[in-house]
Each structure stands twice: as structure tokens, then as C-alpha cells.
């Protein structure tokens, strides 16, 4: 008896091959240390803010926004493990990687964001 969980994964299907199963949590854990450094760069900028009360007054708004990215890609990198688990044990193909989209546009508004901050600072 498997007494494994989530049973929404491990309760379907077969057993893949482990080197699989592994590979997927890999890229899960790749997938939320890239989380964890959009929430603690959000810590940085917000000690930076609060170090230098000069900044602007929506520079925290940049760190609400990376810290938000942040918990969403993690949430996003368990569904993500949770459905390509669910493929390879229904042995049906791996769901497209749209998350992939979503990040590298939300990464590049981000630096955008940031960058805006710089030009603001080195104008004054």
C-alpha cells in the first residue's frame, strides 16, 4: 500500500522510472529557489528603502511586486511538479511550460521597474 501524498498524484497511474521522478523535482526545486531569491530580493530593496528614506516613495511598491512573484512562482512550481508527476504515471505527453512565459516577462518588468529606480536616484 502507497501511503504517499499528494493522492491526487501518487494515487494514479504506475510508477515511472525514479530518474524521472527526480529530474521533475530537480527542476521544482530549481523552480522555487528562483522564488525564494525574488522574495529576498524583495527583503533587500525593502532594508534599502527603509535605510534611505530618500528613495521614492514607490520604490517598496517594486519589492511588493517581486515578493508577490515570488510566492506565486512558487505555487506555480508545485502544480507544475504535481501535473508532470500526473503525465509520466499516466504515461500521457508533458504539459506545455507556459510558467516559462510568464516568468521571463515578469523578470524583464521587473528589471525595467528597478532600472527606473537607478535613473531616478542618478538623476537627483
Not at 504515471?89 to 516577462?105: I, K, Y
Request: proline share 7%.
Amino acid at each position: 500500500m502507497d501511503n504517499r501524498g499528494p493522492k491526487s498524484v501518487y494515487g494514479v497511474g504506475e510508477e515511472p522510472d525514479p530518474r524521472f521522478s527526480m529530474a521533475n523535482e530537480r527542476t521544482t526545486l530549481a523552480w522555487l529557489r528562483t522564488a525564494m531569491a525574488l522574495v529576498g530580493g524583495a527583503i533587500a530593496l525593502l532594508s534599502v528603502t527603509a535605510a534611505l528614506p530618500e528613495l521614492p516613495r514607490w520604490a517598496p511598491a517594486i519589492a511588493g511586486i517581486s515578493c508577490l512573484g515570488g510566492a506565486a512562482l512558487a505555487v506555480r512550481a508545485v502544480r507544475r511538479w504535481a501535473q508532470v508527476e500526473r503525465a509520466m504515471r499516466q504515461r500521457q505527453p508533458l504539459p506545455a511550460p507556459r510558467a516559462l512565459v510568464w516568468l521571463a516577462s515578469g523578470i524583464g518588468a521587473l528589471a525595467i521597474l528597478v532600472l527606473a529606480l537607478v535613473v531616478v536616484e542618478l538623476a537627483r
